[in-house]
């Protein structure tokens, strides 16, 4: 299993950026799917979440400003950020909590992360 982040880059105060993560490989389902970021030096804080029913949740700082989605049918999520602040600087990872069967018959559930997507927010 793989996840493939794209879209990080940068972006003016109040500007937009979209970032998405594909999940590819061998797998039964994905559960829910999210985005973190980190700050060198800092510790990784989730950003915002969505369940496979389409349930959000996001940390009080993006709320208002980040859209989370997905499309089932193409194993992807979406973070749609708007209204950048330079303090969104970080770099991006998504993370899917993903099933596949084993030999055995049995299911194996992980959380797999993206490899980070690097998105500067400056004039």
């Known amino acids: 299993v793989q996840l493939q982040a794209s879209g990080g880059g940068l972006a003016q105060p109040g500007g937009s950026l979209r970032l998405s993560c594909a999940v590819s490989?061998?797998?039964?389902?994905?559960?829910?799917m999210g985005w973190s970021r980190q700050v060198p030096g800092k510790q990784r804080e989730s950003v915002a979440m969505?369940?496979?029913?389409?349930?959000?949740d996001y940390t009080d700082s993006v709320k208002g400003r980040f859209t989370i989605s997905r499309d089932n049918a193409k194993n992807t999520v979406y973070l749609e950020m708007n209204a950048l602040k330079p303090e969104d600087t970080a770099v991006y990872f998504c993370k899917a909590d993903v099933e596949r069967p084993t030999d055995g018959g049995t299911i194996y559930r992980r959380m797999y992360w993206g490899q980070g997507t690097l998105v500067t927010v400056s004039s």
């Open positions: 969505i369940t496979s029913d389409g349930e959000t």
């Open positions: 490989g061998s797998f039964s389902d994905v559960n829910n």
